[in-house]
């Protein structure tokens, strides 16, 4: 029950078939359909997720939108582990929503990346579901706190671009359930979207815009999901079938309404199904529109700086050998790279947002220095010439510094689009390798929105990821090189040195039938790398600071755990460098024996602390006992292995710096049922069985090195199977399964 449900229980018999019907399509490109007569609005919706996107027609514009703030791509902002950042952006881009007449954000992105070839990886958080789903959760609070509903989409395992209409994605319920769906279920269950879109491929056969039991099943029943789910613009095969599945609302426009119209007069439709999709959708409208702000403004100048400070704490600083940053005030800087001058700050695509203003990072550098650096362009796009090289070259011999910006063309990385290699244009490359003969003092800083091959690392002391950081990128760069902010971006993607050491390199592209296994399983990103011992380029969770920290006193608040419990893990993090700084602290789990192949190591939860120096804080994570679960497609549902654990916590995923381990008992262990097809060798883990088979084994055979043998041949052997064949009595094994089921 809602403010709304009388009034909707009282217009759904004044809506006509027809009325009803058009409801469940777009109106256009961006709005829903209104029925005026009975006072039911339309809403406005629009991209996302770096910012708004308003059309300036009712067109598909991309590119000629309304100017808003253009804040960094999930994969910037992801890398600064900060929920309250997140929420803050979130809370920004509500507002600017408000202001242009927005009612929903079509963001953030939860789709996983699980190969650094994902074409929409910039707009997408991270490798890991627990980062994924956190985020997301403070990004959705952000934006709804404002009024505006977001939409956590492409729900789900639309994770790469290629033949997305109809790509199939092959994935087993327990990878589907642990990696695929988890973000979206934590932002469900801890922030409510309004929305969510569905995604355009099917999902072992069947299109997600017609899955009852991925749009209704799970979403609704399970996960308690309140909102209206959306189509991707685009994807939908079968309205009427969508309808009965759980899609609310067909995007864009599309004359499907018909169907819907006929569907129920010839009684392949049952009109309260269409009612109970029409409810949801009225209830969404009125409180969309309910919560309509008239009039809001923003300062484009205090947003600006809310884009730049993101931007600031996304990037990451991957190497500084021989403390090469912070910038020396006094050193002879040069600044070599297109990109210093033109800068990359987005990707392409549906994302892409109109920017109020842009910072230039060589303004942004000369600036700070109080005078206009030495520059070379270096390259033009993907373009090296002589004449650039000598040029560039000469200008970083000059210098005591070279900074040399580099990355990822536009072209590279683009909605619809998957990259077929992970290496930087080889102009970028050959010009760093250039440059560094001359200048050993070079620092290379990478723009791009998702993992790149850095094939330099080894010879460059200092290396800044910048990623697609927005608008502000120019200004927070800088503010990185010169110290004026000190760097707190942490991976949330791995790097790995060759593609071919990627978890997908064998199954990532859709075969000849649009089929994509997900054969890797629940191992990608360092799930992967970890458990394979492939030692990435960068691990995921790396990140460097001007100012060191020191981890101590790992406690739990218990080392025997029962599921249920809340179980607090704490630890104290000390800022022992010289100037104020933010860490992020990350809590993993590994499993000593578990039920079905786990990764060795899986991040449950992260803290992001300031100190100032010498100061030390003690973080609080509380986990529950989801945090041990796997699923069981058995049960079906979440079960806790009981055993012995790891709590393990560190500055990344392969710098790990306390561990302390834990006894965990289970409450959802399903007790376990002996059949016929049960093997002899489960009875045998039972001592009186174990004693009693060996028994009749000694007696018919001896004892020895033979009877172990043929033992060891009949212990998979389903026990039905062996009182068929004679190999013991229907009573034996009668007996047996009495003892086995009341132990
Ligand atoms: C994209 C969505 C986007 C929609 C509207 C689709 O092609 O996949 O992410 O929100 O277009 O632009």
Redesign the pocket.
Known sequence: MSEFSEKIESLIPQLTLEEKAALTVGRDMWSTYPVERLGIPSVVMT??PTGVRMAASSG?NIGHSMPATCFPTASGLASSWNRDLLAEVGRTIGIEAQALGVQTL?GPGLNQKRSPLGGRNFEYLSEDPVLTGELATAFVNGIQGEGVGACP??YVANESETNRMFSDAIIDERVLRENYLHAFEVAVKKAQPWTM?ESYNKINGEYVAENKRLLHDILKEEWGYEGIVIS??GAVNDRVGGIRAGLHLQMPTAPTAWRVVDAVNDGSLDESRLDEVVRDLLEYVFKADAAKKIGVTFSEDEHHQVARRAAAESVTLLQNDGDLLPLSPSAQVAVIGEFAKKPRYQGGG?SKVNPTRVEILYDELSAAYGNDLPYAAGYHGEEISDELLAEAVETARAADIAVVVIGLPDSYET?GRDRTHIDLPEAHNTLVSHIHEVQPNTVVVVINGSAVDLSWVSYVPAIVEGWLTGQGSGGAIADVLTGAVNPSGKLAESFPWRIEDTPTYTCFWPDAHGTIPFSEGVFYGYRWYDTRDIEPHFPFGHGLSYTTFEYSDLNLSTTTYTEGEPLEVQVTITNTGDRMGKEVVQLYIHEHESRFPRAVRELKDFAKVELAPGESQIVTFVLDGKAFAQWDTAVPGWVVNPGTFDIIVGASSRDLRLETSLEVNSTSLPKKVYTRMTPLGDFMKIPAIEKMVRDQFIARMGDGPFMEMILMFVISTPVGKMAYNGQMSEEQLQGMLDMANAS
């Open positions: 991209d996302g598909d079509l989409k492409h879109m991707d613009w549906s909605e």
